[in-house]
């Protein structure tokens, strides 16, 4: 399999903390793809033209981060990182509640590198106020997010890598302050041999 990634996109991160929680590491191919949009070299397979995007053995694109992360979840015998049942809801929401924040706090770095003229502080602000509340339901079931070395899923997975995310791009925020369980969870998940393996360099 072949991956289109980005060294610092959190959503390349998801699947790649994902891929080595279920022993697949070794079997995705990493691809750059720096040049993104239309006309790109990622384009062709995804029309988008954005990462990540998996390109499976059988020469099939997936993609986005959530369609790929279920994807390779379905082709290790271990314990599934997309649980059945209720607890699979559970998970899910997790899980688009942190690419909500991933998207929004990738929206501000764009929107702080395009020309001072350009930017626009109000929807920059917008956008901090999106995360700090999303931020502020993640503290209110921190302690429900699962024990940080024990059997995870693709919630806990998520909201981790997000965390991840936002001291890289977004350390001035501080978004430990004020949330005390959803840091103590944090600073044990990241200690996990798959976070540790995939911090951005």
Known sequence: MKLYFSGTSPFVRKITVLAAEAGLEGKIQK????VLGPGSEVAKDNPLGKVPCLITDDGQALYDSPVICEYLDGLHGGAKLFPAGAARWTALRRQALADGIMDA????????????????????????????????????????????KGATDIGAITVACALGYMDLRHGADNWRQGRPTLAKWYEAYAQRPSMRATVPG
């Open 105 to 148: 706090a990738v929206a501000r770095v764009m929107e702080s590198r395009r020309p001072e003229n350009e930017r626009s502080p109000s929807s920059q602000e917008k956008l901090r106020m999106v995360i700090a509340g999303a931020l502020d339901s993640l503290e209110a079931e921190a302690d429900r997010l699962g024990d940080p």
């Open 31 to 34: 691809a750059p793809a720096s």
